[in-house]
């Protein structure tokens, strides 16, 4: 082979390379389903490396997901309806064990972030229209070395430790690996759902992962800038939906997920 036509070869390679990059660093932000292609759970996919998963935490209550099909083929994956993601330091990594009531991460952070649970929102205002009639969490189909990207609604887990921010390296985790209280998961169940807002969802997580008082909650406030007292983190109406939401699912008799927290509106908590 010449110089040229070896030249030739490297500059196709590359410009392949490219292309591909340039495909999957562009997401379909509307995602569809396919039903001819086989479903997988995403947790099963990604252990597969059928998937790669990147999470990009905004904020405390906002990130986004990234699934990018690693195989050759279309594959279509289920998200569970509520997951979670941890800040991952690179002298550190995931933290591990089982420290604290429902709560897998001990009082020392290191400097690491607050881990998040969440989920995208399952109904046609704010997630895909297609995906209503399917139990469990949406489900998506992404094209061969293609990328979605998903809205993921989130609150902190773990009291007291730095806000999620974009420049935090965050991994996506199944909840467990967070907290194994089956009410924080319903919280966040109805908070994705759209039935309770953040800072209702937030006042009752900190109540059930930090063992955070009602009274403590309603007196936290933000940092004092310029002098001036801070604003409250929650108001009276937010506390004391939170409140009604962790009385509800811990009376509850029924071990249905579904089941709605009556009498909390979905933006104002009233």
């Known amino acids: 082979m010449t110089v040229s036509a070896r030249a ?17 660093k562009q997401p379909i932000r509307k995602p569809t ?6 479903v997988v759970e995403l947790f099963d996919a990604i252990d597969r490396e059928l998937v790669e998963v990147t999470v990009i935490a905004r904020n405390s209550h906002e990130a986004n997901l990234f699934v990018t099909n690693k195989s050759g083929a279309p594959v279509s994956v289920q998200l569970p309806q509520v997951v979670g993601a941890v800040h991952i330091l690179k002298q550190l990594g995931p933290p ?3 420290n604290g009531p429902g709560n897998s991460f001990g009082a020392s952070s290191n400097g ?3 881990p998040v649970g969440g989920g995208v929102q399952n109904n046609a205002k704010s997630g895909p229209a297609n995906v209503n009639n399917f139990p469990g969490g949406p489900i998506f189909s992404v094209p061969s070395e293609k990328s979605i990207q998903l809205p993921l609604k ?5 009291f007291g430790r730095p806000d999620p921010q974009p420049k935090m390296q965050y991994q996506l985790v199944r909840l467990e690996e967070i907290t194994r209280d089956a009410n924080v998961r319903r919280t966040l169940e109805h908070y994705v759902s759209g039935e309770i ?8 997580a900190w109540h059930l992962v930090d063992e955070l008082s009602w009274k ?7 940092d004092r800038v310029a002098g001036l007292t801070g604003k409250l983190f929650f108001t009276a109406k937010q506390i004391e939906a939170a409140r009604h939401v962790v009385e ?16 909390v509106s979905a933006r104002t908590g009233k």
């Open 96 to 98: 591990p064990g089982n």
């Open 197 to 204: 807002d953040e800072p209702t969802a937030q006042a009752a």
């Open 33 to 38: 389903y396919d039903p001819a292609v086989p």
């Open 216 to 222: 403590k909650l309603a007196r936290m406030r933000f």
């Open 8 to 24: 030739t070869v490297v500059a196709a390679s590359l410009s392949a390379a490219l292309l591909f990059s340039a495909a999957v």
């Open 112 to 114: 690491q972030g607050q």
């Open 248 to 263: 509800t699912i811990r009376e509850s008799d029924t071990d249905d997920p579904r089941t709605p927290v009556r009498g």
């Open 154 to 158: 989130t609150v902190c887990l773990a």
